[in-house]
């Protein structure tokens, strides 16, 4: 019987000091952004550059970064 091939996307978890940012997730294959934040809600993006994604990990306010240059610009997907 022939074996199924399943595909994994890797994805890297990087490392943020954010306020409200507790974690961050993301797939160079496709350009999905996972963001956990402290207050439990989570966004999906997709498309997003990971110089984008580089960015916002050391920038002097990820949380600041995220709103002004990542939520606006990136299709959020359901999450």
Known sequence: MPKSKTEVKQVEELSVKSKIIK?????????RLRICFKN???RLFEGVPS??????????????YYLDRIRTRFRRLAA
């Open 23 to 31: 974690s961050v997730y993301f797939s160079q294959e496709d350009g």
């Open 40 to 42: 439990g809600e989570e």
């Open 51 to 64: 110089s984008e994604v580089h960015a916002m990990t050391v920038a002097p306010s990820p949380g600041h």
